[in-house]
């Protein structure tokens, strides 16, 4: 197995909401091996942006975090100064933030901006950094004649790949991508995803990915971390997540969305409901009042996350009858059931 290179334990993260605590992150562990891309997956609201950005520490005003360890090539993320965190960021750790693509500033040329990050972050001089901006755009795919376009002059999908090529531009270690694809259509998906992981072979760089479409993660993570309401509730390859997930809300997951390979074909089962409130989750299992396989004990106990299989962690008080429950999961008639 690769060496770790982002082991994350026990991490918590809340916003200051009023007088009370939204926990968008809790207890949450997983690791990164090197030159691996991780996928964190779950519904909207999860917490996949919160954890992604406490990992570059760029959290909102109202975030705080609460506890736990996010060690990184030997040093404790959550616990470095912001003079040194600020060392980091672009050199080692990379964030392409969600909405990457509109983030671009449509007052300066691509050039200006990507020159900018060269020159400020890396120290390049003006002519150094601008080969390298030929360079980064030759990597993603687009025409370097196009750097001095203005982001309005770009498809979503090309200022998709500058953003990218915007994360690449120091050599990082880690690039920390927040739903890189999302806004796109599947066959511009599929160009952008085969292409960063090309780069990510090429340049023997670890990925986590974060996204909330199932079919993502299938197409291109090694590994993959599902989280439901703040918690990761199953951790694993990502073969075995697709074939024989241990989680039912995992089992859920792969029923509710289309195959990004077949373009969409087949019938697509939503998992019923909504999740719980962070500010006071329930006290049993946070999928319970979801989950067509909840018992009184699941209401009443939480879950803790166990290596339930070799290399295979889990949530889930039933997942010794997987097997079983994984077969009445492909029923459409599991998840209608439910209300
Ligand atoms: N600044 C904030 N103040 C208060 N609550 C917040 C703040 N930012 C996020 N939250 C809440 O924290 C929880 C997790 O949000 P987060 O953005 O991390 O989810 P997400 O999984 O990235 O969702 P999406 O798929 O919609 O991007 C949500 O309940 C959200 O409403
Ligand atoms: S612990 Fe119970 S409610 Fe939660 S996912 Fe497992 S079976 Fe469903
Ligand atoms: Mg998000």
Known sequence: MAETLLSIRDLSIAYEVGSKDVVAVSGASFDVPQGTIVGLVGESGCGKTTMARA???????????????????????????????????????????????????????????IIEVLRDRGGMRKAQARARAVELFEMVGIDPGRLRDFPH??????????AIALALALNPKLVVADEPVTALDVIIQRQILDQLRGLQRELGLSVIMVTHD?????????????????????????????????????????NAFPDLQSAGTGVLTPIAGS??????????????????????????????????APDHHVACHRASEAAVLRETAKDPATWGAVT
């Open 275 to 308: 999740p719980p409130d962070l500010i006071d989750p329930p006290k049993g299992c946070r999928f319970a009042a979801r989950c067509p396989f909840a018992t009184d004990l699941c209401r009443n106990t939480e879950p803790a996350l166990t290596e339930a």
């Open 153 to 162: 002059q770009f498809s979503g999908g090309m200022r998709q790949r500058a």
């Open 55 to 113: 990992l570059t520490r760029v959290i909102a005003d109202n975030a705080r975090i609460d506890g736990g360890a996010m060690q990184f090539d030997g040093q404790d993320l959550a616990a470095l100064s912001e003079r040194d965190m600020n060392a980091l960021r672009w050199r080692d750790i990379s964030f392409i933030p969600q909405s990457a693509m509109n983030s671009l500033d449509p007052v300066y040329r691509v050039e200006y901006q």
């Open 214 to 254: 199932i079919s993502v993660v299938a197409y291109i993570c090694d590994r993959t971390v599902v989280m439901y309401a703040g918690k990761v509730v199953e951790n694993c390859d990502t073969a075995t997540l697709l074939n024989e997930p241990l989680h039912p809300y995992s089992m859920g997951l792969k």
